[in-house]
């Protein structure tokens, strides 16, 4: 089982940038694609990026492509999501997960509000 912990989320404001970071523990996780996912009020969770588990491929919605970049360091067992250009509708909980998700893996995610 990976156990993931995000950070880096706050509050932003239109036009800004942050940088999310999802530390993951357990032998395996070099194997494993991983995504960020997020999950706004009264919204079910939406994927919004995705990358190999080399780090060569990356997918986007067209909802953050060209504002968004996930990056990997599998030596630091870590993936980031670089996010610029937000925007209000950006606002929610960001979460890291397994692509496709493991049920089992979720953690608390971590927060970013987007607000002048």
């Known amino acids: 089982q990976v156990q993931l912990v995000e950070s880096g989320g706050g509050l932003v404001q239109p036009g800004g940038s942050l940088r999310l970071s999802c530390a993951a523990s357990g032998s395996r996780y070099m194997v494993y694609a991983m995504g960020w996912y997020r999950q706004a009020p009264g919204k079910q969770r939406e994927l919004v990026a995705t990358?190999?588990?080399?780090?060569?491929?990356?997918n986007y919605p067209d909802s953050v492509k060209g504002r968004f970049t996930i990056s990997r360091d599998n030596a630091k067992n870590t993936v980031y999501l670089q996010m610029d250009s937000l925007k209000p509708e950006d606002t929610a909980v960001y979460y890291c997960?397994?692509?496709?998700?493991?049920?089992?893996?979720w953690g608390q995610g971590t927060q970013v509000t987007v607000s002048s």
């Open positions: 997960n397994t692509y496709p998700p493991s049920p089992v893996d």
């Open positions: 990358i190999s588990s080399g780090g060569s491929t990356k």
